[in-house]
């Protein structure tokens, strides 16, 4: 089975989503930006389970966006794609906050504890702190 290496740059999903014309070829795009973040090794089998688990779709769907093989795409299930995106990006983006957090923790400075605390509010700005339930991504359909 092939590892899944998939680092997309704001850029390159802005290209990739926007200059389509293909609305298949925007869904692939989408449903692979929903099982971000990939972990290292991660297996193509898994990245579209998660990707099927954010969007509500059924898995075999799920497989047929991402391969490209849909011959069309619902109005409803576009929208899930993209909500279940935007939210992948936020977890993204959520992650590499923790991490920064975890490198500061290390730095006993008064600075380092301010940073700490900018990140944590961050964090909960977001609606992802500690104490914040992990919500699914399509809950904002």
Same mark, same amino acid.
């Given at each position: 089975?092939?590892?899944?290496?998939?680092?997309?740059?704001?850029?390159?999903?802005?290209?990739?989503?926007? @200059?389509?014309?293909?609305?298949?070829?925007?869904? &692939?795009?989408?449903? %692979? #930006?929903?099982?971000?973040?990939?972990?290292?090794?991660?297996?193509? %089998?898994?990245? $579209?389970?998660?990707?099927?688990?954010?969007?509500?779709?059924?898995?075999?769907?799920?497989?047929?966006?991402?391969?490209?093989? &849909?011959? #069309?795409?619902?109005?409803?299930?576009?929208?899930?794609?993209?909500?279940?995106?935007?939210?992948?990006?936020?977890? @993204?983006?959520?992650?590499?906050?923790?991490?920064?957090? #975890?490198?500061?923790?290390?730095?006993?400075?008064?600075?380092?504890?301010?940073? $700490? &605390?900018?990140?944590?509010?961050?964090?909960?700005?977001?609606?992802?702190?500690?104490?914040?339930? #992990?919500?699914?991504? @399509?809950?904002?359909?």
């Amino acid at each position: 089975m092939p590892y899944l290496n998939m680092t997309l740059h704001l850029s390159e999903r802005t290209t990739s989503s926007l @200059t389509s014309d293909n609305s298949s070829e925007r869904a &692939a795009a989408l449903a %692979k #930006r929903c099982s971000q973040p990939c972990p290292p090794g991660d297996q193509v %089998k898994a990245a $579209i389970g998660r990707a099927a688990d954010r969007t509500g779709l059924p898995i075999s769907r799920t497989r047929d966006i991402w391969y490209g093989d &849909a011959r #069309r795409i619902e109005a409803w299930e576009m929208e899930r794609l993209v909500a279940a995106a935007d939210a992948a990006e936020v977890d @993204t983006a959520v992650a590499g906050i923790e991490a920064a957090r #975890r490198c500061l923790q290390a730095l006993p400075s008064s600075l380092s504890c301010e940073a $700490i &605390a900018s990140l944590d509010r961050t964090i909960s700005i977001l609606g992802r702190g500690p104490d914040a339930p #992990r919500r699914r991504n @399509t809950d904002r359909l």
